[in-house]
């Protein structure tokens, strides 16, 4: 007797989602979502993994699921293919029994969540009206005038010399920001009725962040997953025009100084280089899923001198152009903040007697410095890599 009809297999999970996945191209896509994880799928196995849901996974399933999604898709599909697809191809995560399959590895090495998205429901709630075209378009224009008159109100009046308080506070401001702007993806996901989680904290390499469980965002249309992903710095942006109508008011030089940093963030967030905010919004925007894998792709066409796409060669050179751009920016800030670190550093230690309030400045240099070098080493690392897999032809990517 054939194996296929003897082997019983898990039942689905009746929490996974499977809807059509809104990519911007004329290939029909689904998005298959568990447990925070999203697979990408082809219609002939979103048309398996749903009519399992209606199938009791026991002997003979294989042969009735062929059945169903070959009348549902009006093309022939064999009992094999089905269980080859079920047994090796679909994440075990999607089923029932799960044992001894790992999880999908998060990018965090350690994360804890702060607030759920139940107790963040009320403060969503009120923010959620600032999603929307109008009253976005106006706020931002309104902060872009009050940035214009920080800036100018901090070149005429000079900066002041800021104290250990100053520092402290700067910093607890900046940190809030990075808050809010966690908030702004739960807002936007809350604003188009997608699911989500709440915030929490960890260390992403060697840094620690936070992060906001936005995982329904995928289910959303294009256009939306977009608002999600540049709503995180568009919140945070909406903060520092707060801060800025403050620092206007009192002339604070903490309050100058968590602007400049928060702003410096919002950019580095916005670089398409990294897998941050950037990268899934032109993701988005341009309807390209996996847009890493695409431009080593063409990277590695231009450099085999294998003909390239005009749309492709257009989409490289525009990532190459803003990668240049992001590193340049990136070299000229950590380059001045790692001089002026070291040199704060040293001189902090060498004036510095054996008393606490005396070795404090100098160990918050320190400890600026050593957020400057970890930086640095971890962005040289991921570019590396990048690199790296751009040189060297990998058969499975193709």
Not at 23 to 30: F, L, V
Not at 206 to 213: D, G, S, V
Not at 221 to 230: K, L, P, S, Y
Not at 293 to 320: I, M, N, Q, Y
């Amino acid at each position: 007797m054939n194996a296929m009809n003897t082997t019983a297999f898990p039942r689905l999970r009746d929490e996974v989602i499977v809807r059509p996945f809104d990519g911007g191209g004329k290939q029909s896509r689904y998005v298959v979502a568990i447990d925070g994880q999203h697979f990408i799928v082809a219609p002939a196995v979103a048309a398996i993994l749903d009519e399992a849901r209606h199938c009791v996974m026991s002997d003979g399933v294989f042969e009735t699921l062929a059945q169903r999604v070959s009348h549902r898709l009006g093309t022939c599909i064999t009992p094999r293919q089905v269980e080859t697809l079920m047994r090796e191809r679909v994440p075990k995560a999607l089923f029932e029994s799960t044992t001894g399959i790992d999880a999908e590895r998060s990018p965090l090495i350690w994360q804890r969540l702060l607030f759920s998205g139940t107790r963040l429901k009320s403060a969503l709630a009120l923010a959620s009206p600032l999603f929307t075209l109008r009253v976005a378009i106006g706020a931002c224009a309104l902060v872009v005038l009050i940035d214009v008159l920080v800036a100018l109100q901090a070149s005429g009046h000079g900066l002041e010399a800021a104290g250990i308080a100053d520092y402290s506070l700067s910093l607890a401001l900046t940190v809030a920001g990075i808050f809010i702007h966690e908030l702004g993806h739960l807002c936007a996901c809350h604003r188009f009725g997608a699911r989500h989680g709440g915030i929490g904290c960890g260390i992403y390499w060697c840094l620690p962040a936070f992060y906001a469980e936005v995982h329904g965002a995928w289910t959303l249309q294009r256009i939306q997953r977009a608002a999600v992903d540049a709503g995180g710095v568009y919140l945070q942006f909406l903060f520092c025009g707060v801060l800025g109508v403050l620092y206007l008011l009192s002339l604070a030089p903490a309050l100058l100084s968590a602007i400049v940093l928060s702003h410096l963030l919002m950019l580095h967030t916005l670089n398409p280089v990294l897998k941050f905010d950037g990268y899934w919004l032109l993701s988005d925007l341009t309807g390209i899923h996996n847009l890493h894998r695409r431009v080593r792709d063409t990277a590695r066409g231009l450099l085999h001198r294998r003909h390239v796409p005009r749309g492709e060669a257009a989409l490289f050179a525009s990532f190459v152009i803003i990668a240049l751009a992001y590193l340049a920016y990136l070299l000229a800030v950590l380059g001045q903040n790692l001089g002026w670190s070291a040199a704060s550093f040293s001189s902090a230690i060498a004036a510095a007697d054996l008393s606490l309030p005396a070795l404090l400045p100098a160990l918050g240099k320190g400890a600026l410095l050593a957020l400057m070098l970890t930086m640095a080493f971890g962005i040289a690392s991921a570019l590396g890599r990048a690199g790296e897999k751009v040189l060297t032809e990998t058969p499975n990517e193709h």
